[in-house]
């Protein structure tokens, strides 16, 4: 069975990055994405980040959007990219982006290359 947050393979020095296919649940959040911020936060150089939600990313259970937010509002990142064919997704990003503890932008799927290039930078 595939799992519903998958680390990103192959991804440059530094960076760091998951995939989320199907729902995205609190369970989730609080088993592996938790676990993965706290493994960044304690490591050495800044903390750059892909958060893909891929092509068959279905949404987000209850709670998983707020929690999701709160944990990424209270991170010091360098930089981060959040990559998603969801117009809300991006629009909600761009709005939070002045509250953010780096530089974030927002890619559509088919950009993950240039996503990935541009938070490795």
């Given at each position: 069975?595939?799992?519903?947050?998958?680390?990103?393979?192959?991804?440059?020095?530094?960076?760091?990055?998951?995939?989320?296919?199907?729902?995205?649940?609190?369970?989730?959040?609080?088993?592996v994405l938790v676990p993965r911020i706290e493994e960044l936060r304690?490591?050495?150089?800044?903390?750059?980040?892909?958060?893909?939600?891929?092509?068959?990313?279905?949404?987000?259970?209850?709670?998983?959007?707020?929690?999701?937010?709160?944990?990424?509002?209270?991170?010091?990142?360098?930089?981060a990219v959040v990559v998603s064919d969801e117009v809300m997704v991006a629009t909600a990003i761009n709005v939070m982006k002045w509250m953010l503890r780096g530089d974030v932008r927002t890619f559509r799927n088919d950009e993950l290359a240039a996503a990935i290039a541009w938070v490795a930078a």
């Open positions: 069975m595939r799992r519903v947050v998958e680390d990103i393979e192959g991804l440059p020095d530094g960076v760091v990055g998951v995939c989320v296919v199907g729902e995205l649940r609190v369970e989730h959040y609080d088993l304690n490591q050495d150089g800044p903390i750059r980040l892909v958060l893909q939600l891929g092509p068959e990313f279905t949404g987000f259970g209850e709670g998983a959007w707020g929690d999701l937010t709160e944990g990424v509002l209270r991170m010091p990142f360098e930089r």
